[in-house]
T-cell receptor
Framework: DTEVTQTPKHLVMGMTNKKSLKCEQH?????MYWYKQKAKKPPELMFV???????INESVPSRFSPECPNSSLLNLHLHALQPEDSALYLC?????????????FGPGTRLTVL | GENVEQHPSTLSVQEGDSAVIKCTYS??????FPWYKQELGKRPQLIID?????GEKKDQRIAVTLNKTAKHFSLHITETQPEDSAVYFC????????????FGKGTKLSVKP
C-alpha cells in the first residue's frame, strides 16, 4: 500500500462545531504532516509528527489540535473555526523527518467554514 | 529560516515546446530539492527530486539541474504535452529536525495544443 488516505473528502461546518479530520498510511513512515492549502497557493505547513511525537508546530491557532494515536494514524481536531480557515487540508507522510525523503500527500479534505 | 523563490508564476507554451521553471533558495544547508506537480483538485505529486551531491538528474522528458554555488535549481520539461498542464511547486529541505519542506509559490503551466 503506497497511499495516504484522508477522510472526509469534503466537510462543511459552522463556527461552533467540533469536527475531526483523519489521515492514514500503511507505508511504515515515521513522519506525518498536516498542511493547509489555499487556492493558488503552496501547501503551508501546520504540524509535523516524528515517531508519534509532535516535532514542529508552526504557530498554528489552538482551534486546530493535532493528534497522533499510533504510527499509522494522524488526526486534526477542529473547534470554533473561522471562515478564513476554509481551505484544502492535506496530510503527508515520509520515511523519516530527516531531509531527503519523499513526502507522499493524501488527497486532502476540502473544508468550508460557514 | 529558509526562503524559496520561484519564477515564473505563470508559463504558457505550445505543445512540443520546452518549459523551464527556476527556483532559488537562501539557506546553503538545504540539501534536498523536490518538484511537485498539482493538477486542479488533486494532491501534489512528486515528479522528480535532486540531492545536493548531484548536479543534474533526468527522468524521460523531465530534468532538474542544481547549482549549489548560486543556490538555484531548475525544472526542465521537454516535448511538452497538454497533460503537463498543472501547477508546479519547487521545494527545499534541510536534514535532521529541519527536514520539513519549504515550498516556492508555484508556477501555473499551460500547454496549448
Amino acid at each position: 500500500d503506497t497511499e495516504v488516505t484522508q477522510t472526509p473528502k469534503h466537510l462543511v461546518m459552522g463556527m461552533t462545531n467540533k469536527k475531526s479530520l483523519k489521515c492514514e498510511q500503511h507505508m511504515g513512515h515515521r513522519a506525518m504532516y498536516w498542511y493547509k492549502q489555499k487556492a493558488k497557493k503552496p501547501p503551508e505547513l501546520m504540524f509535523v509528527y516524528s515517531y508519534e511525537k509532535l516535532s514542529i508546530n508552526e504557530s498554528v491557532p489552538s482551534r486546530f489540535s493535532p493528534e497522533c494515536p499510533n504510527s499509522s494514524l494522524l488526526n486534526l481536531h477542529l473547534h470554533a473555526l473561522q471562515p478564513e480557515d476554509s481551505a484544502l487540508y492535506l496530510c503527508a507522510s515520509s520515511h523519516q523527518l530527516a531531509g531527503g525523503y519523499e513526502q507522499f500527500f493524501g488527497p486532502g479534505t476540502r473544508l468550508t467554514v460557514l | 529560516g529558509e526562503n524559496v523563490e520561484q519564477h515564473p508564476s505563470t508559463l504558457s507554451v505550445q505543445e512540443g515546446d520546452s518549459a523551464v521553471i527556476k527556483c532559488t533558495y537562501s539557506d546553503s544547508a538545504s540539501n534536498y530539492f523536490p518538484w511537485y506537480k498539482q493538477e486542479l483538485g488533486k494532491r501534489p505529486q512528486l515528479i522528480i527530486d535532486i540531492r545536493s551531491n548531484v548536479g543534474e538528474k533526468k527522468d524521460q522528458r523531465i530534468a532538474v539541474t542544481l547549482n549549489k554555488t548560486a543556490k538555484h535549481f531548475s525544472l526542465h520539461i521537454t516535448e511538452t504535452q497538454p497533460e503537463d498542464s498543472a501547477v508546479y511547486f519547487c521545494a527545499a529541505s534541510m536534514g535532521g529536525s529541519q527536514g520539513n519542506l519549504i515550498f516556492g509559490k508555484g508556477t501555473k503551466l499551460s500547454v496549448k495544443p
